[in-house]
């Protein structure tokens, strides 16, 4: 009897959480959709002042535009905003106040892009590992989404 209560609820809770696992690490507040957080390995030693990336589509399905205002993380002293250019051959990348979501669009925070800086991490980022991230908007407010690092993210399915 006790088996087959334990058996039910087990069903239960898989068929409750399957539209979760099934939605990929996808998140959304207000208007704004968070698509496939991730970011890069770092080296096996870390020092201090010791930096990562982190990369991330924000889709905006509101009629108004949107900012990503600030980012943090336990992992990194700081994250910062970055808009990513090119000066002559090579990549360049400097800190930003907000990083604009026009209505109806998307932005895609990618390598040699706009991304999230991680600076001073305390633990070097590993492939496979997992860390939270605050992201602050100036219309839908706070969302913390989970991070993976991951090598050749570039082009995700979704």
Known sequence: MIQRRFSSLLATLALIGFPLLASGHNYRVDAI???HPWATPTVSAITDGATGRGYLVLRNTGRKPDKLLAASAEIAQKVEL???GKMGDAST?????AIEI???GEVRLKPNGPHLMLIGLEQP???GQ???VVLEFERAGKI????FVQKNAESPIY
Do not use: K, T
Not at 144 to 147: A, C, E, P
């Open 33 to 35: 959709r968070i698509v």
């Open 82 to 84: 970055r808009a990513g």
């Open 93 to 97: 990348a400097h800190p930003v106040q």
């Open 102 to 104: 026009p209505a109806g």
């Open 125 to 127: 980022l590993e492939e």
């Open 130 to 132: 997992h860390f939270w």
């Open 144 to 147: 913390s989404v989970g991070m």
